[in-house]
């Protein structure tokens, strides 16, 4: 394709739009869709215990019919409303330790690196969505998800494939795995036009987080958010090393404080909703500044690092969604990013590096849903996408990218069978300017991928339970600094494939009166094959140098399990339980002669990936005291693909305590929380030689209007 | 601590009937949690492996420095024994398990001077001075990056990159060489060269020190810094090519010097410089056939210098690799592949190298993917593979160890 077919697909779909617009509405009522919002059906038990939330008509979003969890037909995890509130989270990262087949790369801190791999696919192959646009990185493909603060998130949901609905965008069916992060959407009590919340955490490390949120309902159809928040830390903690000798005597024993990996951040978020008698439209700014330090790897005679990093992130995005009939529906979406970020080595004793760069994004998106017969839905998506990223290195080419990218899905209900399958086409023309020393590069990839869902009811008379499966094949895009890092990049680097292959089942079941309200039992067997993996390669005749090479395989076997279960009792009285197992075999297939039994790396099980992992967490509560427990387990693992002694790491654990009150006077609600993390004080490392947290202590005063 | 053998635990409790089976369950289960818990971690203990032949020799044995990945703390040191053949990974975390988070970060050169050894590790900042026979610690001496040494009548000379900075419309900062006294190990005194300073060597009262510009990019220095020993001064600039890397004296006070090209259109190359009397003469040295070679690392046995390498080529987008020998003496390549059993199609990356100064046995380190173990070839004079041994990460560079009786 080229850009004439470009212009041509979206000449096409666009007047589609223009026409729809002049239709008239009168073909449909306005009740139920408010943005589709079976899109995020949320759990039941967040309905249960939202024992202060406003389920408030005035507002249409929330009077969505809840879809049956065993009716789900992609497999998801979902952390929402006051379960999300009361794990002992601070960022979205930290949250999604809850999530099973999720490793959390954890570099430690506030300010630390956190990033997100899905199903030991590698990070690149995860998407991330704020408010149903993707967050994107074209430099280096991650999105650094300490960043995103939990103070006005709603519900972050996590899908193996993507969304569970094919009335989205193209990019939505691009990724491997999707994050989808939604903000609070403004909801008023009867007879309220505002609302007013702002809450001030404080903590160990120097942490100081301010945040404050306004919500007015200017009319009927028409809501505002504006939310704001400060986040500043020293990020000084301390950290103990300790090795003993084979007799048990303690060989040395260590104790610092982690330097460098002070933050201060702010964060100005304002959206603007929208109802219409036959759709829903919206708008949204977004800043972000920060400005940290880089805390480093602590090796031996290097106890602190000088590294900085300042960061300046805006988008501003709007979507539209119309009815235009009962069987016609369309949603444009589109976005505008531009990220600045420049890095600092001033330690004279290194290379010293002052670098900017700068990044931006330009997404447009139209998608067309049709209801062909009853139960047959069928949706096209066009995405037009630019990227651009400017560098101040040395001899750095300056790189644009050009994406389009063209779904077709359909949905198919029968009775007792769900079926979904997609079709997305990618067109990427890349081109990079002419550098001191290299030519300019141009280069075209075209693909199409399929992804097939399914979903069964085996008995005839028990909704509650289905088995799914799904297969999907997808790639990523070598990132710039994959294709034109100064020295390392590799202009002809192929994009990086996946293909997963999953079976499953989920029982769920609700009552409505006794102890047991809830209960939820999922699990999935999974293989991944990753394909052409981007591998950064030493290429010799000087040290530090390396080159990105299509030459990565990895295997990957996993099951995943969740139960969850909602009790109540006494009127006051409710537990939630929530467990998480994950067990992952992922293999190395890279170098079939490095096949030694011991320490060969072909077979060996990949960089940081636990065999083991789970989590537990609890939300005990009575009337407005609740008290959780957390617990996060990640077992051994080994830094590189050699499973010997030497690269061995150790499981690590903790538990996390969190007790809050709420306190509901006649015009204002006041909370207080104060939790403590890492209860029992283990001194870890998620990524080797980047200490963890000890135990650490944080406290929350939240006022609402 | 080591997890109980599950079917030990399974069967032990001679009980019948279906508690036995839920005790045997219950006690599995624990068995597995235990397993799965934390523990205390051991100091890595040696590891030793029997690989070559038993030898009586004065040169007892040698030890290989294993530079470790930048960031993973993972600089080791093995030795081999020629008097029992043994191979002992990992002799430094035994010779001091007190040592606090080990050898350290990124190995770079390792040298024998007397009775002691000095292992420079560049990212750690500091050179470890040990005793040569035992590997125990005898002191360290801290240097900001620093990279190779090179000693003189009871002095180290060691290069760095943290010279003074000099903020000049850009940002300068030239590199050192760094004046040790081999008893005390107090710093005496430090002269500037050129930036990036990287191998060093010395004869005739000068200490020649290969500039690397490494950090210039793509304006990278192409000089040889002549320091006169005397005044400990930079006495002059010896134009090379860019990007100087390794540098060899041999006993003809010939300077072999290697450049590892600007990766672009310069690709990598060794060169001799004739001094006689500070008029400086530079030849290229290239194999019969006009290619250049391509120096990873090079070492100097007798009159023979040997030379590995491999370099990627963006024209043919694949290695080009060597392991060439050099007459010293007629400057000629003798052989662009001293390996002759074919060996070299397993080796990924020839990364250090040593020749046995008795046998002439070549020991070849092989650095594979940089972030696992590396693989340590000795071949005999012949180039035919006599043993090959598992190391620690980045096997690099070595050091024999002379008996003093």
Redesign the interface.
């Known amino acids: 394709m080229n850009l004439r077919s470009i212009a041509f697909i979206l000449c096409t779909l666009f007047p589609l739009l223009a026409l729809a617009q002049e239709r008239d509405s009168v073909i449909h009522s306005s009740i139920g869709w408010g943005r589709g919002s079976a899109i995020h059906p949320s759990p039941a038990q967040e309905r249960d215990s939202s024992s202060f939330a406003t389920d408030s008509v005035s507002d249409m979003m929330e009077v969505s019919v809840y879809a049956r969890r065993s009716e789900e037909i992609v497999p998801s995890q979902r952390l929402g409303g006051k379960r999300l509130q009361a794990l002992s989270s601070f960022s979205v990262a930290d949250a999604m330790r809850y999530f099973s087949g999720v490793q959390i790369k954890d570099y430690g801190g506030v300010g630390g690196l956190k990033t997100v791999d899905i199903r030991s696919m590698g990070t690149n192959h995860m998407g991330v969505f704020y408010d149903g646009i993707q967050l994107g990185n074209a430099q280096n493909g991650l999105v650094d998800l300490g960043r995103f603060s939990l103070d006005n998130v709603e519900e972050i949901a996590l899908y193996n494939g993507q969304k569970a609905q094919i009335f989205q965008p193209a990019r939505d069916y691009g990724t491997s795995g999707s994050v989808y992060i939604r903000t609070r959407r403004p909801r008023f009590d009867e007879g309220k036009v505002y609302n007013l919340r702002a809450s001030l955490k404080g903590g160990s490390f120097g942490l100081i987080n301010p945040s404050f949120v306004w919500e007015q309902r200017w009319s009927k159809r028409i809501t505002s958010s504006l939310s704001a928040d400060y986040t500043g830390a020293s990020g000084k903690y301390p950290f103990r090393?300790?090795?003993?000798?084979?007799s048990?005597q303690v060989?040395?024993d260590?104790t610092a404080v982690r330097q460098n990996g002070d933050i201060r951040s702010c964060r100005v978020e304002a959206s603007v909703f929208g109802n219409t008698s036959d759709g829903t439209w919206n708008a949204k700014a977004y800043y972000y500044d920060s400005e940290r330090g880089i805390p480093?790897?602590?090796?031996?005679?290097?106890w602190k690092h000088a590294q900085r990093q300042w960061d300046r992130n805006f988008f501003a995005q709007a979507g539209w969604t119309k009815h235009v009939s009962d069987r016609y529906k369309f949603q444009i979406n589109a976005k505008y990013a531009n990220d600045h970020m420049r890095y600092l080595n001033p330690d004279?004793?290194?290379?010293?590096q002052?670098n900017t760069f700068r990044q931006q994004e330009l997404y447009l998106s139209t998608a067309h849903h049709v209801e062909l017969l009853p139960g047959w839905q069928m949706n096209l998506a066009a995405d037009y996408q630019y990227n651009t990223l400017e560098a101040s290195l040395?001899?750095f080419v300056f790189p644009q990218r050009h994406t389009l990218l063209l779904a077709l899905a359909t949905q198919y209900e029968c009775r007792r069978l769900r079926l979904m399958a997609s079709l997305l086409g990618t067109n990427v023309w890349d081109h990079a300017t002419k550098g001191?020393?290299?030519d300019p590069v141009s280069s075209a990839t075209s693909r199409w991928t399929p992804a097939v869902y399914l979903s069964y009811q085996p008995l005839r008379d028990c909704p509650d339970l289905s088995l799914r499966a799904f297969y999907k094949s997808i790639f990523r895009l070598p990132t710039f600094n994959d294709l034109y890092y100064?020295?390392v990049g590799n202009a002809?680097l192929q994009p990086e494939t996946t293909r997963q292959w999953n079976l499953g089942f989920i029982y769920s079941h609700d009552w409505y009166r006794g102890i047991f309200r809830h209960v939820e039992v999922k699990a999935d067997g999974y293989f991944n094959r990753v394909d052409n993996k981007i591998v950064a390669?030493?290429?010799?005749?000087?040290q530090?140098?390396w080159?990105m090479m299509n030459v990565g395989k990895v295997h990957i076997l996993g099951v995943e399990a969740t139960a969850e279960t909602v009790m109540r009792w006494h009127k006051d009285w409710s537990l939630v339980l929530c467990l998480n197992y994950t067990y992952q075999s992922a293999t190395d297939r890279t170098d079939p002669?490095?096949n030694?039994p011991y320490?060969g790396?072909y077979g060996g099980q990949i960089a940081y990936v636990p065999w083991?992992s789970g989590s537990v967490a609890g939300n005990l509560s009575w009337k407005n005291l609740g008290l959780n427990y957390s617990f996060i387990?990640v077992?051994?693992r080994y830094?590189?693909?050699?499973n010997?002694?030497?690269?061995y790491e150790?499981?690590?654990?903790t538990h996390d305590l969190s007790a809050s009150y709420r306190w509901q006077l006649p015009r204002l609600a006041l909370t207080f929380a104060l939790e403590c993390n890492n209860i029992f004080n283990?001194q870890?490392d998620v990524i080797?030689?980047y200490p963890m947290p000890g135990r650490n202590w944080k406290g929350v005063l939240k006022v609402e209007f | 601590m080591q997890p109980q053998s599950p079917t030990n635990t399974l069967y032990s409790p001679p009980l019948g009937g279906a508690g036995g089976r839920v005790l045997s369950l219950l006690l599995l289960l624990l068995s597995i949690l235990l397993q799965s818990c934390r523990h205390d971690i051991i100091v890595w203990p040696s590891e030793e492996e029997e690989v070559g032949e038993t030898r009586q020799d004065s040169i007892l044995g040698f030890y290989l420095l294993n530079e470790g990945n930048m960031g993973s703390n993972k600089c080791t040191m093995d030795f081999y024994d020629y008097a029992t053949g043994t191979y002992t990974r990992n002799v430094y975390g035994n010779a001091n398990p007190t040592v606090v988070k080990e050898l350290g970060d990124v190995g770079n050169d390792l040298r024998i001077y007397g009775s002691r050894m000095w292992a420079v590790i560049n990212c750690s900042n500091k050179i470890e001075v040990m005793e040569a026979r035992t590997a125990r610690r005898v002191g360290q001496v801290n240097l900001a990056n620093c990279r190779y040494i090179a000693f003189h009548e009871g002095y180290a000379y060691v290069s760095s990159y943290a010279g003074p900075v000099q903020i000049n419309p850009g940002y300068e900062q030239k590199g050192i060489v760094v004046k040790i006294d081999t008893a005390t190990l107090e710093k005496v005194d430090t002269c500037i060269v050129g930036f990036q300073p990287d191998r060093l060597d010395i004869t005739g009262g000068k200490i020649y020190v290969a500039n690397s510009g490494g950090y210039m990019f793509p304006n990278y220095e192409n000089t040889v810094s002549v320091i006169d020993l005397a005044t400990f001064r930079e006495e002059r600039r010896i134009p090379v090519a860019v990007n100087l890397h390794h540098l060899i004296a041999d006993a003809r006070g010939q300077v072999w010097v290697s450049s590892r090209g600007d990766y672009y259109g310069n690709a990598s190359a060794l060169f001799c410089i004739t001094d006689p009397a500070g008029e400086a003469h530079v030849r290229r040295v290239a194999a019969p056939d006009g290619a250049d070679l391509v120096v990873e690392n090079m070492t100097l046995c007798g009159d023979s210098l040997y030379v590995i390498g491999t370099e990627f080529s963006y024209t043919t987008m694949q290695n080009q690799t060597n392991y060439g020998i050099i007459n010293t003496r007629t400057r000629q390549v003798l052989t662009t592949n001293f390996i002759t059993d074919g060996t070299e199609a397993s080796i990924v990356e020839p990364y250090g190298i040593a020749v046995h100064p008795h046998t002439r046995e070549i020991l070849i380190g092989d650095a594979r993917s940089h972030v696992n173990p590396g693989t340590l070839f000795c071949f005999s004079p012949d180039g035919l593979l006599l043993w090959k041994v598992r190391t620690g990460d980045i096997p690099a560079h070595f050091a024999f160890l002379v008996g003093t009786d």
Not at chain 1, 241 to 246: A, E, I, K, S
């Open positions: 090393y300790r090795r003993v000798l084979p048990g060989a040395w260590t480093g790897a602590i090796v031996s005679n290097v004279t004793t290194l290379m010293y002052d040395t001899n001191i020393t290299s100064t020295e002809s390669i030493p290429k010799g005749s000087g530090y140098r080159m002669t490095d030694d320490y790396t083991h387990y077992g051994e830094h590189t693909s050699a010997i002694r030497e690269n150790q499981p690590w654990y283990q870890y080797q030689n």
